[in-house]
């Protein structure tokens, strides 16, 4: 089980003006940032990170949503991250999330549902790997 998790949040919380209450979320709970940033990503650099999803219906609206506008990618620490996480932010579809979860919160849709969370501990780290270098990292 890994102590780390990798997120990101999307660009309709970011415009939306969710980004600082998110963060600090994420702090309350106890999660440890180990890396983060602000960047946006190219309809290619989208594609790549989403390409599992690439023979799925939805792949090219996600590519065009998550390319539309600044995001923010971090790596947070804490015990059993990935599984705490997924609850923290709640289910994919906002109206299907617990009450107080950061989708059911600040999601406006299952498309635009304001983060992102690793799924297992694998993928935390090739996500994690994929916006962040070891010096970017503490």
């Not at 939805?58 to 997924?86: C, H, Q, W």
């Not at 932010?89 to 617990?98: F, R």
């Not at 979860?101 to 993928?123: C, F, P, Q, W």
């Amino acid at each position: 089980m890994s102590n780390r998790t990798f997120t990101m949040i999307k660009p309709d919380a970011m415009k939306n003006g969710h980004a600082g209450v998110i963060i600090d979320r994420f702090i309350k709970e106890g999660y440890r940032i180990v890396a983060l940033k602000a960047t946006r990503l190219s309809a290619e650099k989208a594609g790549e990170f989403y390409a599992v999803h690439k023979e799925r219906p939805f792949y090219g609206e996600l590519v065009a949503f998550m390319s539309s506008g600044p995001i923010i990618a971090a790596i947070l620490e804490k015990d059993n991250a990935v599984t705490a996480f997924r609850e923290l932010i709640g289910a994919t579809d906002p109206a299907k999330a617990a009450e107080g979860t950061i989708r059911k919160l600040y999601a406006t849709s299952l498309g635009e549902n304001a983060v992102h969370g690793s799924d297992s501990d694998e993928n935390a780290k090739i996500e994690g790997d994929f916006f962040f270098n070891g010096l970017e990292r503490i």
